[in-house]
């Protein structure tokens, strides 16, 4: 069977969703538009999210409605006991994974920082573990954890700063003596590579760890999408509490899409995972210039095969769709239509969209 070019849900009925049939186009970055309450979030996040992960789970080229609700539970307060929410799903299974970035805030803990956020911690500490060095004194990856004993600074406990209590006033927090803020008991810093030892290594900003870890590609890559997103300038080691919460929004960005990176064995074979990406207004405390990078990382998403689904109101991002979908015409029961799905251009001629009368200002058109 070939590899469909369209992931199609048919007669999508859930809550306010009049029981309309989607057309996604594969590799390409589509926009979903409309006011709040439409159905967007029902229908990408609630609907499409869990019954394409069904499909991908049991490969399954036609998935029914029906067949998805018996096989996984699925039920909402808005069907019938054992109604289906869709008649049929169809191309979902060539994907890889589907990816969804929402808006819920990232934990904020003073032991969290980005390195440990995203995951490439544990690689960076298990290969420090591999060092000579490391395996003539016994070292495991645990050592190099600021949060056990025997690697961390026992004076502040791997914190890298002593807290003060004060009488009626908020607490404050100076940089420990012994480690400097390093975190590090003294004994650490004599592991080195590349003339770094790991308290260093966690002083890189991202910018410099892109060059750092050319050697190791998943690093490197991870690296790389931090430095896309912008945040090229935040060091590996930072605490995450010092994050703002555009900053924040990013990374946890980053995080999702390094899920859908190609793993060794895939890169070796010369394969291409191809995923279903889901976002949720990322473009929430975000600069104009920060938005620009997010373009071009969505972009160069599709570049790669990679089916991208944006809900947004930002009409920067708006404007660089392949493809646009608009729900509405209002939200809650007065939404839940589909107004319009297809190229940009399309869009814009249609008489009762929310979004074309400012889509046209905003790109010059009559």
């Excluded at 018996?70 to 869709?86: I, M, Q, R, V, W």
């Excluded at 026992?154 to 480690?179: S, V």
């Excluded at 900003?205 to 931090?226: G, K, N, R």
């Excluded at 980053?254 to 191809?274: D, F, I, K």
Aim: neutral net charge; charged residues 20%; proline residues 6%.
């Amino acid at each position: 069977m070939s590899t469909p070019d369209w992931l199609t849900l048919t007669e999508a009925r859930m809550r306010n969703l009049k029981g309309f049939d989607l057309h996604l186009p594969l590799a390409r970055l589509i926009m979903v538009a409309g006011p709040s309450g439409a159905g967007k979030s029902t229908l990408f996040r609630d609907l499409l999210h869990p019954a394409a992960t069904h499909a991908i789970k049991t490969g399954t080229p036609v998935l029914r409605g029906a067949t998805f609700v018996k096989a996984t539970g699925f039920e909402d307060e808005s069907l019938e006991k054992n109604a289906a929410p869709f008649n049929t799903l169809i191309g979902a299974n060539t994907f890889k994974n589907v990816i969804e970035v929402d808006q819920d805030p990232i934990g904020k803990t003073p032991r969290s920082t980005p390195a440990t956020y995203l995951g490439i911690f544990d690689q960076i500490r298990r290969f420090f573990a591999t060092l000579p060095e490391a395996k003539t004194r016994g070292h495991t990856a645990s050592r190099f954890s600021f949060n056990t004993k025997g690697g961390r600074c026992e004076t502040c406990a791997g914190a890298g700063r002593i807290k003060l209590e004060m009488a009626f006033m908020p607490d404050t927090y100076l940089p420990c003596d012994d480690c400097r803020g390093t975190r590090y008991a003294p004994d650490m810093a004599d592991i080195t590579w590349k003339n770094k030892n790991i308290a260093q290594v966690l002083q890189l900003t991202f910018d410099e760890a892109v060059t750092f870890f050319d050697f190791h590609s998943q690093l490197s890559q991870v690296c790389q999408l931090m430095v896309d997103c912008g945040l090229g300038y935040l060091t590996l080691g930072q605490s995450s509490p010092t994050l703002s919460g555009g900053e924040a929004q990013r990374l946890k960005l980053v995080t999702e899409l390094t899920h859908g990176l190609a793993t060794y064995r895939e890169r070796s074979r010369g394969a291409q995972p191809r995923n279903l990406y889901l976002l949720e207004e990322p473009t929430i405390g975000l600069h104009l210039s920060d938005c620009e990078k997010l373009i071009h990382l969505l972009h160069s998403l599709v570049d790669q095969g990679h089916t991208v689904v944006v809900i947004e109101h930002h009409l920067d991002l708006l404007a660089e769709a392949d493809y646009i979908i608009e729900l509405g015409p209002e939200g809650g029961p007065a939404g839940g239509e589909m107004i319009y799905q297809g190229p940009l251009a399309g869009l814009l001629k249609i008489k009762n969209s929310p979004t074309a009368p400012y889509l046209r200002k905003k790109l010059g058109k009559s």
